[in-house]
């Protein structure tokens, strides 16, 4: 079965200061990564995917097939960053993607001023 | 802009009760998704839909049913709701197969006392 995995639930920096929110899956096909962010007193809405292989207000994430990673990064962080960031996987099922996806615990950013 | 409407945003029932939660999406959305959200464990699927009277056991389905009678809207049941069962739950929506945007509700928050 596939796994996601967020190490830190918590993770605090300064406004300016580099930010890596880590994602590791566990998955023995092809995966579709995501990352979606929920700000506050907001719905859960899609950051980005890595088939995309774009920047989403300043956010980057490349899929490491080799270390099973898909880590969320972002070279200058700001104070509107902070939210709730929930890595996620989606699979095939019997051919069919019915875009059922699999969560990470999720970790909270806090950007200080 | 697509919306999945969740009627009620927050509630309070007794255990032993049941308990109707009501999403409708206005995308004409093949597959539809009910979670329930808990700190520290992220989201979890319970159940999901990907056709009109079609559904599927998520991860945790134990004490959910669920009812998709038009293809707008997705019904979560608990048929007797017990005290952990208290919990946040996320209905989504999305297009029938691989790569596209999973939408997300509002939530609804559920407290069994």
């Known amino acids: 079965a596939q796994r996601v995995t967020q190490p830190e639930k918590l993770l605090s920096v300064f406004k300016g200061a580099p930010v890596e929110l880590k994602c590791n899956y566990s998955y023995s096909g092809s995966p579709e990564l995501f990352w979606y962010v929920q700000y506050s007193r907001q719905r859960l809405q899609l950051l980005l995917r890595?088939?995309s292989r774009e920047s989403i207000k300043g956010f980057t994430a490349d899929l490491n097939k080799g270390e099973t990673s898909f880590h969320l990064k972002k070279p200058f962080a700001q104070e509107e960053d902070s939210a709730m960031y929930y890595c996620a996987l989606s699979v095939n099922a019997g051919g069919t993607s019915y875009g059922k996806l699999t969560f990470g615990q999720g970790t909270i950013l806090t950007v200080h001023p | 802009d697509v919306k999945v409407t969740q009627s009620s945003r927050y509630l309070v029932k007794r255990t032993g009760e049941k308990v109707f939660l009501e999403c409708v999406q206005d995308m004409d959305h093949e597959n539809m998704f009910w979670y329930r959200q808990d700190p520290g464990l992220g989201l979890r699927l319970i159940y999901f839909?990907?056709?009109?009277?079609?559904?599927e056991k998520g991860d945790i389905p134990e004490g959910y049913s669920v009812s998709r009678e038009k293809k707008e809207r997705f019904s979560l049941i608990l048929e007797s709701a017990s005290t952990n069962q208290t919990s946040m739950y996320l209905c989504?929506?999305?297009?029938?197969?691989?790569?596209?945007?999973?939408?997300f509700g509002e939530g609804s928050w559920l407290t069994v006392v």
């Open positions: 989504a929506s999305k297009v029938g197969g691989s790569g596209n945007t999973i939408y």
């Open positions: 839909s990907y056709d009109v009277k079609m559904k």
């Open positions: 890595h088939i």
